[in-house]
Structures are given as structure tokens and as C-alpha cells.
């Protein structure tokens, strides 16, 4: 019995690109979808019924986030993520190998997975993001805590142990996260490490009714990605193989779709792909085009708490003064929560009283048009109009 | 004609007390009943849907918030308040008269309408707060914006012309709210002034489907609260008089019973009367047993976000570390949102974390608490039972 089973509904016209069927302990996903970020057990702002009512159908929490607070003995003993947070659907945990590095590194930096020239600039120089607050052995990582500086330690073992206290649906396997412009010698040696890590988690992993999926490395190489991809996708232990596959990394924005094609060209089809921390519209196309199935990212949350909205035509902020009288939803045609009862005015007016229903609304809508976007995408590899439909939205999507 | 309806429905045998119901234009409020707070046009961190579904019937919001930002020419040109803040239901604004004066002097302070002896003292020496940002004579008051320092001048017309463009179904008469500590001599002159302003809001204010509520001050005077109550009681304008009237005025705790009590012991029994700011627990059985209808309070919205979250047995600081790892909700048989889905140790992390959504519960469970507690009240009152329970209840509540 596998803890997931994935079927293919029917692919893109010679393409990777593919829309399937997730069946986990916690229902089906249809994809592609793009699976709602709960870093600490919370999708920021929004209760789980709201979360049910922009469409979500499932959660990614995070196991370094969750670990630190409020500790994942306490999230098994009130009976798991789900239970814990009151999601009733699938759930997802990262390994927090991501956070490790990043959060180690640049403490009070955000480092994006789709960075910018300037974020990458800073981390050039070394392998692990400068590596100043997370120290790398064979064995494992000891790190720093991002809240209050304590020392901590992550090994391969560890991180599924933690995994399976928070008990997720899917898991991912521990892997080292390397600076997208760390000099090639060195994404291979942490690609090296990260696929002996990822035999001691499929060798540690334990838990019968949770999945649990390789993480592809590699950087923008493409010999070390598709190698990364050979390896994990053979990687066998006393029978064991991955349910499915993570394909992680900061990645260059231009890179991005190449990277994810070799890959998906090499992994085996009938397991699913989850492409980790990716969300704005135009890299979901690029992702399911190339293969991708799952998507999980905190920009639409982050952005919306910011006040930028998606809409059709690309971001607004709604603080903008052109908006302070505008009695027009957001979207003309959206159907979430914020676009059906309440005006730009009143919105922008939130975030002018710095009132925080306004970030409610902006996590709201963001998460509703991207939710539903993806959900588009499906439908359009369904009806076999995929291409025109990323014409038509990437045409007027600025 | 009459903006809204009052019918007494029943009365607490031998007091002052009732249970009624008044219809405004946009529906019935059953008294006795709490008014949520909004007072920036949101009910702090919540959708309508949930204050809605928390069992909220109407909304209270601040004309000097709203005239600041978003402006009451906007509020106007989006249907009004209401429309505006997507509330269908009835919807007060008190007239800025309490903010002009205690954000006007006390900038970065809190005033609350029930002082503590500590606040009280800071605002002995002089009339109205210390009015070291507010500057009153006999046609109005200049002050300086909370947000910006910028000068602004209200008088009664204006207050009357603001609240008719904000458009709620009941407002209040602009009145000079004083120190509940300040000399006597100040509060008769002030008192005397808010009937002169009572008089001219009478006179300016035509809007005919909107209740206009006289506002009873006089401090902790018995003399001067009886004859504020009769004053008004009696004010009329070519033939128009008060549709309701609102007890104003910071309290000293002790007083605030005895005060109301020599109010309500003179006003017309056929109309309803607000009690201004007040919505504790034990100061709510006290202000329905003295015979006022209305309340309003920003407390269980503020508490909550805080994380003290109100209980039966009193209230409780959720981050308190006995409750970090209990898995009972906050309140046993509460019926809200956060009670039938989330246990104090989630509750309690998203407060550690600092997560958005610890405060949103807090505010639905206690408004839920708050809310519903009057409406047991009023239920109380029907059956004919009031003394018994609030002997019960309060037995409890510490």
C-alpha cells in the first residue's frame, strides 16, 4: 500500500506537462494545484474556513518553523498538523533544509527562491549562503534558532523523526539548500551530501501512511541536475523508493523552467513533482509546462499582506492614491470574499488605518487568484487548450 | 414618522431594567444588546461574515476616526457606512466628541471610559483632559489630528453634517466629554455647553431616516446628572426632540451604577438609551439592572488581541505557560469559532509566533463571550429571571 497514489488525467500535446490525481490519507488533489503555505500551522491572517473558501485544498507547514515553536511533540500529541491547525485536507511539511540555510545565514533577510540579482550578490562568495549561522558536517547541520539565537541540531534522521511527529501527508527529504551562485564544485559536493542524506531518510523513514519525496538538487548545472534526478529517481532501500519528487534549489529567474525541464525529463512519470516555493503566474505556467504537478510559495500571502494585489492585468497597490476613491472591486469578475463585498476604497482605506482586515483581504484575494489560476491551468490541459489559455492570461498580464 | 422604534417587551420586576426591541431602518436590534466596535469602519481584524456569524447585530463607528480617514465625503459617495464596510445590518457612529477630547489631549494615551485611579490622575488638574491638544470655546473645538497633527475644527453642525454623510441609523448629539476627576465648576459649565450644543445638533440635523440620541453628561455628580438628563429629556425643536439618548462621560468605577441609575431614573421610558463605552462583564449586568438598552466597548476586541481571552470563571492570559501544551479549548461549552476548532495550546502558539490569527480568535471568542452574554441577559430578563442569573454568572466571574 503506498501512502499516495497519482494518476495522470491527461497530458499537454507533446509536452511534460500533465494534469493528474493526488490520492492521499486526507483526500484527492487535482492537479496542478498550488498548495496554501501555513509556515507555523497558520495560513497568515486567515482561519482555515477561510482558506476552505478561497478553494485551498491544501497546506504546507513548515518543519524547521514548527520544531523551533511550538515544538513537534506537542503537534503529535494534539494529533498532528491537521488536527493541530484544524485542516481537515491534505497537508505538506518542507524538510527545513531551505530554512536551515537561509534563515541560518541571513538572519533577518528574506532569501526568495526565485532571487534577485542584488539577494544573489550577497551570497556569491560562499556555498551555504555565507554559512555564518548554520554549520554543515556529513552528519548534519547545527544552526542557530531565528528567534532567539539557540543552537540546534538537524541531521537526516532527525528531520524525518520531527516529520513524522508533525505527521504531514507528504514529506520531503532533508537536503542542503545551496546559494543559486555558488561556484559549480561546490553544488556538486552539496548535491553529493544531499543524495547520501536522502538515502538515510527513505532508510529512517518509518512512518506507513505518509509520503515521502526526494529532493532534487543541482543548482543551474544542467549535468548535476539531471544527474541529481538519475540518482534519486533510482534510489532504492530494502524496497523503498520515493513517493514523489521535490525539485528545490534558489533558482535564477531565467533558469527556472530549464532547470525544472531536465529534470522532469528524467524523473519517472508516474510519481508526482512538487516545485518548492515557486507561485507567481507566469513561473506556474512555465512549471506545469515542464512537468510540475504541486506548487507551494508565500508570495501571494506576502504580497497581499503588503498590499499588492494580483488582477488580471498584473500587480496593483492598492495604497496608490489613484485607488483612494475607486468604488470598483479589485477584479471586476473575481469571486472571492474581497472583490464580491468590498470596494478599492475601502480597502485601500484599511491599509491607510492600518487596520488588519486590510492584510485579510489581500491574503484572501491573492490566494483565491492563484488558487484559481492553477486551477484554470488544470482545466486547460483537460480541454486540450492549454497553450491559448497561457497566451490569453500571460497576453494581459503584465 | 420616527427613524426607529422602540417597544418594551418586558421588565425586570421592581427596577429600572427591560428587555425591548428597537427597529431601525436596516433591521431589529433585541435589547438588551452589545454593539461591536468598528471603529475605523472594521471591526478590528474580523470580516462582517464573522462578526456576523459571532452573532454580532449591529456596528458602532467613530465619526472622528472616519472624518479623518477615509474622509465622510467617501463614506457618502459609497452608500454610507454600511455599504462602505459591507454591514447590512443596523449601524451606529458616536459624534467624536469623547475622541476630540481624550486623543486630542492625551496623544499616545489610552483613555478608557472606565478610568483606573492611575489614568484619572494624570487629568486632575484641568477641565477637559489637560486640552492641550484640543481647544474648546462656545461655537466648537480646534484640535490636532491623532495621526498627523493636523488642525481640525468640529462644532455640532459639522458633527451632525459628518454623521449624516457617514449615514448611520442612529448617531449622537456632539458633546464636551470631561475628566470624570475634573472640578465640579468645569463639569456644569461643560455640562451646560453640551446642552447648548444638544440644542443646535437638534436644530442641524435633517437627515429623516437617521435616530439622533441626546447625550447625558454631568460626571459623577448627582445634581448635575439629573438635570443633564432632564434637560435633554425635554429639549425640543420645532417640535422634534431626542429618538434616544446615550449616558457619556468617563466613570469611576463605583460610580458608574449609581450614575446611570439617577439618569434613567428621569428619562422618558419610551425611548432607548446607549450606554457609552461600557461593556465589561459585571458593568454590563449593572447598566441593564439600571435600566440602559445599548452598550458599546472596544475591550473584548482589544483584550483579545492581546490574548486574555474572557471565560465564565473570569479571564485568562492565553500565552500563560500552563497552557502551552492544553488541548481543551478555551472555553468548554463556548460556541464560537475559536472554541469549537482550535484548543489553547494552538491558540496560545499563534500568539507566540506572532501569527495574525491568534488575534482574530481572540477577538471572535470574546466579542462571541461578550455578545452572547448579553443576549442571555436580555433572555434572562424575559423569563423573568434576572437576579438569579446574574447572581450565577457573577458567582462565577472573578
Same mark, same amino acid.
Given at each position: 500500500?503506498?501512502?499516495?497514489?497519482?494518476?495522470?488525467?491527461?497530458?499537454?500535446?507533446?509536452?511534460?506537462?500533465?494534469a493528474?490525481?493526488?490520492i492521499?490519507?486526507?483526500?484527492?488533489?487535482?492537479?496542478? *494545484?498550488?498548495? %496554501?503555505?501555513?509556515?507555523?500551522?497558520?495560513?497568515?491572517?486567515?482561519?482555515?474556513?477561510?482558506?476552505?473558501?478561497?478553494?485551498? #485544498?491544501?497546506?504546507? @507547514?513548515?518543519?524547521?518553523?514548527?520544531?523551533?515553536?511550538?515544538?513537534?511533540e506537542? &503537534?503529535?500529541?494534539s494529533?498532528?498538523?491537521?488536527?493541530?491547525?484544524?485542516?481537515e485536507?491534505?497537508?505538506?511539511?518542507?524538510?527545513?533544509?531551505?530554512? &536551515?540555510?537561509?534563515?541560518?545565514?541571513?538572519?533577518?533577510?528574506?532569501?526568495?527562491?526565485?532571487?534577485?540579482g542584488?539577494?544573489?550578490?550577497?551570497?556569491?562568495?560562499?556555498?551555504n549562503?555565507?554559512?555564518?549561522?548554520? #554549520?554543515?558536517?556529513?552528519?548534519?547541520?547545527?544552526?542557530r534558532?531565528?528567534?532567539?539565537?539557540?543552537?540546534? /541540531?538537524?541531521?537526516?534522521?532527525?528531520?524525518?523523526?520531527?516529520? +513524522?511527529?508533525?505527521?504531514?501527508?507528504?514529506?520531503?527529504?532533508?537536503?542542503?539548500?545551496?546559494?543559486?551562485?555558488?561556484? $559549480?564544485?561546490?553544488?556538486? #559536493?552539496?548535491?553529493? /551530501?544531499?543524495?547520501?542524506? @536522502?538515502?538515510?531518510?527513505?532508510?529512517?523513514?518509518?512512518?506507513?501512511?505518509?509520503?515521502?519525496?526526494? &529532493?532534487?538538487?543541482g543548482?543551474?548545472?544542467?549535468?548535476?541536475?539531471? !544527474?541529481?534526478?538519475?540518482?534519486?529517481?533510482?534510489?532504492? %532501500?530494502?524496497?523503498?523508493?520515493?513517493?514523489?519528487?521535490?525539485?528545490?534549489?534558489?533558482?535564477?529567474?531565467?533558469?527556472?523552467?530549464?532547470? &525544472? /525541464?531536465? %529534470?522532469?525529463?528524467?524523473?519517472?512519470?508516474?510519481?508526482?513533482r512538487?516545485?518548492?516555493?515557486?507561485?507567481?503566474?507566469?513561473?506556474?505556467?512555465?512549471? %506545469?509546462?515542464?512537468?510540475?504537478?504541486?506548487?507551494?510559495?508565500?508570495?501571494?500571502t506576502?504580497?497581499?499582506?503588503?498590499?499588492?494585489?494580483?488582477?488580471?492585468?498584473?500587480r496593483?497597490?492598492?495604497?496608490?492614491?489613484?485607488?483612494r476613491?475607486?468604488?470598483?472591486?479589485?477584479?471586476?469578475?473575481?469571486?472571492?470574499?474581497?472583490?464580491?463585498?468590498?470596494? $478599492?476604497?475601502?480597502?485601500?482605506?484599511?491599509?491607510?488605518?492600518k487596520e488588519?482586515?486590510?492584510?485579510?483581504?489581500?491574503?484572501?484575494?491573492n490566494l483565491?487568484?492563484? *488558487?484559481?489560476?492553477?486551477?484554470?491551468? /488544470?482545466?486547460?490541459?483537460?480541454?486540450?487548450?492549454f497553450? +491559448?489559455?497561457? !497566451?490569453?492570461?500571460?497576453g $494581459?498580464?503584465?
Amino acid at each position: 500500500m503506498k501512502p499516495v497514489k497519482f494518476t495522470i488525467d491527461k497530458k499537454i500535446s507533446g509536452g511534460l506537462g500533465r494534469a493528474g490525481t493526488i490520492i492521499t490519507p486526507h483526500g484527492a488533489l487535482e492537479t496542478p *494545484v498550488f498548495i %496554501v503555505v501555513g509556515t507555523k500551522g497558520s495560513v497568515k491572517s486567515l482561519t482555515t474556513e477561510q482558506v476552505l473558501g478561497l478553494g485551498g #485544498q491544501s497546506v504546507l @507547514a513548515n518543519t524547521y518553523h514548527l520544531y523551533l515553536e511550538p515544538g513537534d511533540e506537542l &503537534v503529535k500529541n494534539s494529533g498532528g498538523l491537521g488536527k493541530f491547525m484544524n485542516w481537515e485536507g491534505p497537508t505538506f511539511t518542507d524538510s527545513g533544509g531551505f530554512q &536551515v540555510f537561509s534563515l541560518g545565514a541571513a538572519m533577518g533577510k528574506s532569501v526568495g527562491k526565485i532571487a534577485t540579482g542584488e539577494e544573489i550578490a550577497e551570497y556569491t562568495d560562499e556555498g551555504n549562503f555565507g554559512g555564518k549561522l548554520a #554549520q554543515i558536517d556529513e552528519e548534519g547541520v547545527t544552526f542557530r534558532s531565528f528567534m532567539n539565537g539557540s543552537e540546534h /541540531r538537524f541531521t537526516p534522521e532527525r528531520s524525518m523523526e520531527i516529520q +513524522q511527529n508533525l505527521g504531514a501527508d507528504i514529506i520531503f527529504a532533508f537536503d542542503e539548500c545551496t546559494s543559486p551562485m555558488a561556484p $559549480k564544485e561546490y553544488q556538486m #559536493q552539496a548535491m553529493e /551530501r544531499t543524495h547520501r542524506w @536522502a538515502k538515510r531518510c527513505l532508510e529512517s523513514h518509518s512512518k506507513i501512511d505518509q509520503a515521502l519525496f526526494g &529532493v532534487i538538487q543541482g543548482g543551474r548545472f544542467e549535468d548535476l541536475r539531471k !544527474e541529481s534526478a538519475k540518482v534519486l529517481a533510482g534510489l532504492e %532501500v530494502n524496497g523503498k523508493t520515493f513517493d514523489g519528487f521535490g525539485i528545490g534549489g534558489s533558482f535564477v529567474k531565467e533558469d527556472m523552467a530549464t532547470a &525544472v /525541464r531536465w %529534470v522532469n525529463e528524467i524523473l519517472p512519470e508516474d510519481k508526482p513533482r512538487h516545485l518548492l516555493g515557486v507561485g507567481e503566474p507566469e513561473d506556474l505556467f512555465l512549471g %506545469v509546462e515542464n512537468g510540475c504537478d504541486t506548487f507551494d510559495c508565500v508570495a501571494p500571502t506576502r504580497q497581499g499582506r503588503n498590499g499588492n494585489f494580483y488582477t488580471n492585468e498584473g500587480r496593483i497597490i492598492i495604497q496608490n492614491s489613484k485607488f483612494r476613491e475607486d468604488l470598483s472591486p479589485v477584479e471586476k469578475d473575481c469571486g472571492c470574499y474581497a472583490c464580491k463585498n468590498f470596494s $478599492k476604497a475601502y480597502i485601500a482605506h484599511l491599509f491607510r488605518a492600518k487596520e488588519m482586515l486590510g492584510p485579510t483581504l489581500g491574503s484572501i484575494h491573492n490566494l483565491y487568484f492563484i *488558487v484559481n489560476l492553477v486551477k484554470k491551468i /488544470r482545466q486547460s490541459i483537460l480541454d486540450g487548450n492549454f497553450p +491559448q489559455f497561457k !497566451e490569453e492570461f500571460l497576453g $494581459k498580464y503584465r
